[in-house]
């Protein structure tokens, strides 16, 4: 069988992803990630805006939403935030934006996810949720699961 060349031929490098900070937006408790290729780093002004659509992305905190979410700003080919809140007791619910630059970013089809890169943080908060709120055997520790931080290659 001949293989051919395609754009899926080495389209993966690692990136880099790191906690950037807690933030307090009204009722909710967000971790910030930053990602971005190892020799570029997030520009500073992706990681703002990330956190301003953070702030008007999250729903108001009910009976089914636990005042708990993360937030990528994720500086690739585009810039890219990512705003990740979680409802019900297993339910990752998302806003994500993209655009040519940071000052127009703007919502993306609500079906998306993720890319492989920002899968890995999904990942990490996804086992995080498990080990301290929903699967915790001492019961849901939300304070424990905030305080958890990724910090790696992707």
Known sequence: MTVHASPLAHAYHQRRGAFVSDEQLGDWRLKLYELAAPDKGVRPELVARTREL??????????????AAFAIA???RFPIALVYWWRDVNELHSAIYAGETIDALEPVDPTALGCVWELGIIEFERRAWIADVIGNPEGPDVDRYLSRRFDGMI
């Open 54 to 67: 953070a702030a008007a992305s999250l729903p108001p905190v009910d009976d089914r939403h636990h005042g």
């Open 74 to 76: 994720h500086d690739a």
